[in-house]
């Protein structure tokens, strides 16, 4: 989902890009990372592929480290060989939740999830093979690239007269197509080391499915429940919003606005 707009951004910057898919570089695979990014020879290097099954990591979290801790040191190593630095792709979902207010860069990480862990284990296997990384905590994505909240809620907005939404996660949704461009923007700068990158403002799931309905003009009404009683697998951080503490940071805009423009470029 978001290597589909980061291609896009990159070119639209005129980058030179080599897009691959899982078949051309396996990222558990050492050898075939290091001869796919051999082949294209690249000064930046951005790691879009993950385990991003956040239920299916507490069933299989071994899967899942596999590809988000051991798959990212691949990567990061390939491109260090290459002297190219690395850019690495984490989430709010490696904090717990706890704090009174919006996570900043120093803020202590403690993921509750199996997902949570390996991205956390990623980010410091990216860091310790490569000095020249950027790692990039975003939130709660949605593209038109990929499967997404946007995308449930419409089709269950299509069939169902009802929803249930939980009401008590707080995140920052983030348009795939904003990140992306963030994403070019922060290599073009050169500033290596950790940055969150979210779309501004905040709101619950809930509040999201809310604002999908009414923008999509689909007439469905939402119920709210709590974490606890939908009973998913994977602890999720009840509030999870991330900001930043660098004065001369790239901010994404407002949540609303990606919803906006995800909906104008979906049709
Ligand atoms: N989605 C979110 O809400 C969210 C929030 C915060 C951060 N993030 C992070 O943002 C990044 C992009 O997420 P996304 O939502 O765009 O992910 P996505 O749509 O699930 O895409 C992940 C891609 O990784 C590929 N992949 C999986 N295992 C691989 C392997 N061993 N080798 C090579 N490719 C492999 C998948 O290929 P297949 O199609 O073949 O499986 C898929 O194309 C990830 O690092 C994710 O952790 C996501």
């Known amino acids: 989902m978001l290597g589909r707009d980061l291609v896009r951004a990159a070119e639209l910057a005129n980058h030179e890009v080599t897009a691959t898919s899982r078949s051309e570089c396996d990222v558990t695979d050492r050898a075939s990372v ?11 290097v951005v790691n879009c592929a993950a385990y991003t099954d956040v ?11 596999r590809v988000n801790a051991d798959g990212a040191r691949n990567v990061s190593a390939a491109a ?5 630095s690395v850019l690495y792709v984490s989430t709010d979902y490696v904090f717990d939740g706890r704090k009174d207010g919006p996570y900043v860069e120093s803020d202590e990480p403690g993921p509750l999830s199996g997902y949570g862990t390996s991205k956390l284990a990623g980010e410091v296997d990216t860091a310790v093979v490569n000095p020249e990384h950027y790692i990039v905590r975003s ?50 700068t050169g500033a290596f080391g950790l940055h969150h990158m979210a779309a501004g403002g905040q709101c619950s799931w809930y509040d999201f499915a809310m604002a999908i309905f009414d923008r999509a003009g689909v007439d469905c009404r939402v119920l709210s429940a709590t974490t606890d009683e939908l009973g998913r ?35």
């Open 80 to 84: 260090a060989d290459q002297g190219a």
């Open 233 to 267: 697998p994977a602890p999720r951080p009840a509030y999870s919003v991330l900001a930043t503490q660098y004065d001369d940071a790239i901010h994404l805009p407002d949540w609303t606005e990606g919803l906006d423009d995800y909906l104008a470029e979906r049709g």
């Open 55 to 65: 239920d299916g990591a507490e069933r299989e979290p071994e899967a899942a480290m």
């Open 139 to 188: 939130s709660w994505l949605f593209g038109t690239a990929g499967r997404n909240f946007v995308e449930t809620m419409l089709d269950l907005g299509e069939h169902e007269s009802q929803v249930v939404v939980v009401r008590d996660q707080v995140g920052s949704p983030t348009y795939t197509a904003h990140l992306a461009e963030g994403l070019v923007r922060l290599i073009a």
């Open 34 to 44: 290091q001869r796919a990014v051999g082949r294209a020879r690249p000064e930046v």
